[in-house]
């Protein structure tokens, strides 16, 4: 019997409309939702179209910016009204490094992407994949997209001379103007009197300050021009220090000032970097601020020294500085604008930084300054927020002013570093009426600066310690700390002075003379260094060690460096001793160094 197997026909899948990819996102938009004119992206093996085709679309989104090799997004942080409520409307702008899952749906939005499914033999609707995003991510450069220099909140100068007032991307400096209020229009033409009157408006914020001079109250109006003009201002600012003799003066609340006026909401204060690691700690919170284009850094209550390696990196920074960022091992090289603001009680500058910056004194008469009542303007941050747009607009006045009048010098110094900074905001306040601002810096006797106080102590001392043909280290430390001395039963010589300086810049255990090691590292350090019309120099002696002596600024380094012909006189210099005199300079070498100052030093 033949069994018959019924043919069984082939099913041939019906076609179906594309699909997006189930993979729990809420459906796409409706048809009529979406814009037609957004481009088509196939998804293909051939990578470097796919990632071209996305930038290409990327491009013309004006919320998107390139900067150090990354992709940002402005966002904006909330803000707190006056009575504590959070609004979203006008915060903060600031830039957020994109990361990859925000681009994912950047790239969804502004492109329609679709990739070829074989079950179904049609191109469907799909997310753009892992590595279209990663290769766009990773480019490094982006053609098309905006590159952002920074973000300024107030009307601002160009280096022009131009005023930058409408909200937006400006093509001219790269900078990206969100302001969260109105501003009136900046005069075109503006005199020296509109100059001055200007400059009294900026000053009637800071009539309440006890500040130590007019150079003093001129830094918080330097540091308003610095903000509002920092596109304009091609190169490095200093840093601007407010301090204070006592607590409750009111430094705190000066930056608070400057910060309002400049970004319209008060300074984000954070405490300085101190330990053992200060250095490393401060170095990331600054690539930090970088990469988020913060406009305004305020460091409060410095209790420590103020300085370092990044922070000096960043204040001399003419474009860009190389800081390591966190949670990353190498070091980035980002772009630098920020202006950096300091406060805090009989702060002291650390090395290098002391040329960086410019402190303003606060002196206040009374021993409880905080309980003052007789202010003219109270609360002081409600008023300036109230005349916020009046005292921006005095601010450009007063730098639209001095450019239409030539930039004169008005007798302004040029500052090493801040060069086009010092050519700008010094001479237009001057130019104004006001004081130079630049007659603030750290003064030369070492005042914000222990370790330069001591430079010029020891120098004092030295001069008169030696001899005339130099000391070495060793020999300074013999002749400071004799034995009797230690014990505590010498006269006064008259180089407490310079022992104490020299205590300062080394370590010293207690009851023990300093290490005359450390001492020579220290005075390596500053060799070659003007000090109080002094320098510190030194030559190698015979042994090997170095000789130390000090030369008047500007006396010739000739004759005198070259030492005494060998003595002929057998006779030690001192009186009564019997020991047979240095053949190189003449002076004791008996090794208990009985005489003090004047001992044999080769």
């Not at 290409?56 to 390139?66: C, G, M, S, V, Y």
């Not at 909330?78 to 994912?104: A, N, Y």
């Not at 690691?277 to 460091?299: G, N, Q, W, Y």
């Not at 220290?522 to 060799?527: G, I, P, Q």
Request: overall charge neutral; aromatic content about 6%; glycine content about 10%.
């Amino acid at each position: 019997m033949t069994t018959t197997t019924p043919e069984v026909s082939r099913v041939v899948p019906r076609k179906r409309k594309p699909r997006p990819l189930d993979d729990g996102a809420p459906p796409p938009p409706p048809p009529d939702e979406v814009s037609d004119e957004r481009p088509l992206i196939r998804i293909g093996p051939d990578l470097a179209r796919v990632a071209s085709q996305a930038v290409k679309a990327l491009a013309p989104e004006r919320d998107i910016f390139q900067r150090d090799g990354s992709l940002f997004q402005v966002v904006r942080e909330p803000l707190r009204g006056e009575d504590g409520s959070i609004g979203w409307e006008r915060g903060t702008p600031r830039l957020r490094q994109l990361p990859m899952s925000t681009l994912r749906e950047r790239l969804s939005a502004v492109a329609r992407w679709e990739r070829y499914d074989r079950r179904e033999e049609d191109w469907v609707q799909c997310l753009p994949p892992d590595p279209a995003v990663r290769a766009v991510l990773d480019r490094g450069t982006w053609r098309g997209v905006q590159p952002v220099v920074g973000i300024v909140e107030a009307p601002s100068l160009r280096a022009d001379g131009t005023v930058i007032e409408v909200p937006g991307y400006d093509t001219t400096t790269g900078f990206l103007f969100a302001p969260a209020c109105d501003f009136p229009p900046v005069p075109e033409s503006p005199t020296q009197a509109d100059a001055a009157a200007a400059l009294a408006a900026l000053a009637e914020v800071f009539v309440d300050f006890p500040y130590r001079g007019a150079a003093d109250m001129a830094v918080p109006l330097a540091a308003i021009l610095t903000v509002i003009a920092r596109p304009a201002i091609r190169g490095s600012v200093p840093a601007f220090l407010f301090d204070a003799s006592t607590r409750g003066s009111g430094k705190t609340l000066q930056t608070d000032a400057v910060a309002v006026i400049g970004t319209g909401r008060s300074a984000a204060r954070m405490n300085y970097p101190g330990g053992k690691h200060a250095d490393e700690e401060l170095e990331k919170v600054l690539a930090s601020h970088a990469i988020a284009a913060t406009s305004l850094i305020t460091f409060d209550n410095i209790a420590g020294g103020f300085g370092g390696g990044p922070l000096d990196r960043c204040i001399t920074a003419e474009d860009a500085v190389q800081l390591r960022v966190l949670g990353r091992s190498e070091i980035q090289t980002l772009r630098w604008r920020s202006v950096l603001l300091g406060s805090g009680n009989n702060i002291v500058v650390r090395g290098d930084t002391t040329r960086r910056v410019l402190v303003s004194r606060l002196e206040p008469a009374e021993e409880n300054p905080e309980t003052r009542q007789n202010f003219r303007h109270s609360p002081l941050l409600a008023w300036i927020r109230s005349e916020r747009a009046r005292l921006v607009v005095a601010a450009l006045t007063i730098l639209r002013a001095f450019f239409l009048a030539g930039r004169p010098r008005c007798g302004c110094a040029t500052w090493g570093s801040f060069e086009a900074w010092s050519e700008l905001i010094p001479p237009a306040i001057v130019w104004a009426g006001g004081a130079d601002p630049m007659l603030s810096r750290p003064r030369e006797d070492g005042e914000h600066d222990p370790e330069k106080g001591a430079l010029i102590a020891l120098l004092g001392g030295l001069k008169r310690l030696d001899p005339g043909t130099g000391l070495t280290a060793k020999g300074m430390i013999d002749a400071l700390y004799t034995r009797d001395r230690m014990r505590g039963e010498a006269p006064p010589d008259g180089f407490d002075d310079m022992r104490e300086a020299i205590e300062a810049l080394v370590p010293v255990r207690p009851r023990e003379a300093p290490n005359p090691t450390s001492l020579g590292y220290k005075l390596r350090a500053f060799r070659g260094r003007v000090v109080g019309a002094r320098r510190l120099d030194g030559r190698v002696g015979r042994a090997g060690s170095m000789i130390w002596r000090v030369i008047e600024s500007g006396a010739p380094d000739g004759p005198a460096a070259v030492a005494p012909e060998p003595s002929a006189d057998p006779r030690c210099v001192f009186d009564g001793c019997t020991c047979r005199p240095c053949g190189h300079c003449g002076h004791c070498t008996d090794p208990l160094r009985p005489h003090g100052p004047g001992v044999c030093c080769c």
